[in-house]
């Protein structure tokens, strides 16, 4: 059994998820996989090794390392959405597994005139980061 944790709220994103990025504590001993969403934990992502494909599996398998989520990240949705993942924490019973942080960047909606947000002016070229942090063990 692979328990899992998910953040409580989803980040909003307009355009395409352009990195998936998970930092692992220096004491972890076990192994982290996930699955990705982008309407909100409604529907789960997995890649299959040729293209995102759905899963219901909460059990751990049909999930990806880190590395095959971010190197394919920017085919996985172009019209924007909630994103949020799932990690799956794996351990012999005797591994701590723990995690510091996933960070995540999209890209901003793109937009003829620059958007006025606050005091801060937006173009298409700017970067948006959602960071999550967490720690388990099993």
């Known amino acids: ?7 409580t709220t989803a980040q909003p994103f307009f355009t395409t998820v352009d990195s998936f990025e998970a930092t692992l504590a220096v004491d972890n ?4 996989s996930y699955q990705v969403s982008t309407d909100g934990g409604t529907t789960w992502q997995y890649w299959d090794g040729a293209a ?3 899963t219901t599996a909460t059990d751990g398998t049909q999930t990806n390392t880190a590395a ?3 190197t394919n990240i920017m085919t996985l949705d172009t019209d924007g959405g909630d ?4 990690a799956f924490l794996e351990s012999d019973g005797t591994q701590a597994v723990e995690f510091d942080q996933i960070c995540i960047t999209f ?5 003829a005139e ?3 947000h606050g ?20």
Do not use: C, L, Q
Request: glycine fraction near 10%; charge should be positive.
């Open 1 to 7: 059994n692979k328990p899992y944790i998910t953040p």
């Open 29 to 32: 001993e076990g192994t982290v």
């Open 52 to 54: 995102w494909a759905t």
């Open 68 to 70: 095959d989520i971010n």
């Open 83 to 86: 994103f949020t993942w799932r």
């Open 107 to 111: 890209s901003a909606a793109m937009a």
């Open 114 to 116: 620059p958007m006025r």
């Open 119 to 138: 005091k801060h002016f937006m173009n298409g070229d700017e970067k948006g980061m959602y960071f999550g942090k967490s720690n388990g063990s099993n």
